[in-house]
């Protein structure tokens, strides 16, 4: 059963009467914005875009079933990645995971995929493509935004914990291989009863990528070996890159 015509409108009602103190230390407020029907490959969705008032990035959830008020609803909360999504790159098990937890989500009763604008674990899409240079020679995908001035993971939860509570979940089962995201829900309030695994088999470009977040990043998934990968020979330094960038990747070379 999906959701009905009256709980879109109560949805829509509270989204705009919503106000709060905000979520996280950015105290982020989120609200429905619109909902609507998404038929697709994966099996029947409602769309819900939000907005909020910490930036102009548009989150949105795919909701299978009727969520309001459930219990132990599946949710998969995915990072955009344009070039895994979209065009289907085999650096990464991005567009993999997510069409992965789509079909899951399709053939359960209820469920949900909330679908972050966290591009590039948090970095951006510039960046990101400045960190793949670095991993061209050598670095692996923790090093490189180390070396770019980021943490190993930027994104945050609180804008997705605030999300649920908008769909008015009381409980969810998580997908993830990542810890910190139960972690990170459960400091915001939202109940996990369980955490569902979702493990991608490997391909030669994207081994030493999931290998490094699993010894690195303490990802629960289970690869051996430390094989890295170089996949082109360009020369990594970019547009942006500070004197200080360029020489530390100088000396790695050199190493």
């Not at 979520?23 to 429905?32: A, H, Q, T």
Request: hydrophobic content about 35%; charged content about 30%; proline content about 3%.
């Amino acid at each position: 059963m999906s959701l009905t015509h009256m709980q879109i409108k109560e949805l829509l009602d509270e989204g705009r009467r919503h106000t709060c103190d905000g979520y996280g230390r950015d105290r982020v407020c989120v609200k429905i914005a619109v909902i609507a029907e998404l038929p697709s490959r994966f099996g029947d969705f409602h769309v819900v875009a939000f907005y909020n008032n910490r930036d102009d990035k548009e989150h949105a959830a795919f909701v299978h079933g009727d969520v309001c008020d459930g219990e132990n609803v599946l949710v998969r909360l995915h990072s955009e990645c344009a070039t895994g999504d979209a065009i289907g790159s085999l650096r990464c098990d991005c567009r993999d995971q997510l069409e992965a937890a789509l079909k899951k989500v399709g053939e359960a009763d209820k469920g949900i995929v909330l679908y972050m604008r966290q591009e590039g674990r948090g970095i951006g899409f510039v960046n990101k493509i400045r960190a793949y240079g670095l991993q061209d020679h050598g670095y692996d995908t923790v090093e490189a935004n180390i070396a770019l001035g980021f943490r190993d993971d930027e994104r945050e939860y609180s804008v997705a914990a605030h999300m649920l509570d908008s769909l008015k979940v009381k409980s969810i089962r998580l997908m993830t291989n990542n810890p910190r995201k139960i972690a990170e829900l459960t400091k915001h309030g939202i109940v996990v009863t369980e955490r569902v695994p979702l493990v991608i088999p490997p391909n030669p470009h994207n081994r030493f990528y999931l290998e490094t977040k699993a010894t690195k990043s303490g990802h629960l998934i289970d690869w051996a070996g430390k094989e890295r990968l170089l996949e082109q020979s360009d020369r990594p330094i970019v547009e942006g890159m500070t004197a200080e960038q360029i020489a530390a990747l100088e000396d790695h070379q050199e190493d």
